[in-house]
C-alpha cells in the first residue's frame, strides 16, 4: 500500500507500506505513545515505526531527514488507524 507522506518543511512524496494485522496495530500503537510522550526524544520511536511500517534498510531510512522520517511516523499512524469501510 502506498501513502502520501506529508508534513511542515518537507516536500511531499509517497511510501510504500505493509498492511497491518492486530498485534502490528498494538505494536504501532505502543510506539505512537512513546513518540509522543518520550521524555527522552522522537527519534528513536519513529525510527522504530518507520521499520515496522515499511521495507527500508537502515541505510534507506537514514537518507531521509528527522522531519521526513517524523512525517512518515505520524502518516502511518493515521493511515493504519482510520475507521475502516465495512464491505
Known sequence: MEIDIKADGIKPFKLDIKEFNLNERIELNNLLYKFFNNKEGMFGPAI??????????????????????FGIAI??????NK?????
Open 75 to 80: 502518516a502511518v499512524s493515521n493511515y493504519v
Open 83 to 87: 475507521k475502516k469501510v465495512k464491505k
Open 48 to 69: 522504530d515505526i518507520v521499520r515496522l511500517a515499511s521495507q527500508l534498510s537502515d541505510e534507506d531510512i537514514n537518507n531521509y531527514s528527522n522531519d521526513e522520517i
